[in-house]
């Protein structure tokens, strides 16, 4: 099975930005969507971007565009989440998963995907 592994979280400032980076362990990777979701102290998880195996579509929480951009490098089995202009409210541990459409279920919670072990992201005002 496919192991996912977030890299990139830390402290940040209010506005300023982090890249993560979300790790596969195999080359399947490659065939699927994928999405970052966070979860935040005291609430759900929730979904934040995903990306179609090819890098050709894209699709954000609507709170977050703008701000947020999801991308992938295939030939590094890795997708990235780059985010700016953070806030305090950005403040979770922040998930990869592999996903699997149609687009309503990959922007959807499900435990029975493979998830990543989570990268805590601070945002201190």
């Known amino acids: 099975q496919v192991q996912l592994v977030e890299s990139g979280g830390g402290l940040v400032q209010a506005g300023g930005s982090l890249r993560l980076s979300c790790a596969a362990s195999e080359r399947s990777f490659r065939n699927y969507w994928m999405g970052w979701f966070r979860q935040a102290p005291g609430k759900e998880r929730e979904f934040v971007a995903a990306?179609?195996?090819?890098?050709?579509?894209?699709y954000y929480a609507d709170s977050l565009k703008g701000r947020f951009t999801i991308s992938r490098d295939n030939a590094k089995n890795t997708v990235y989440l780059q985010m700016n202009s953070l806030n305090p409210e950005d403040t979770a541990v922040y998930y990869c998963?592999?996903?699997?459409?149609?687009?309503?279920?990959?922007?959807?919670?499900?435990?029975?995907?493979?998830w990543g072990q989570g990268t805590q992201v601070t945002v201190s005002s």
């Open positions: 998963a592999i996903k699997v459409g149609p687009i309503a279920r990959v922007v959807s919670d499900y435990e029975t995907d493979t």
């Open positions: 990306i179609t195996w090819s890098g050709s579509s894209t």
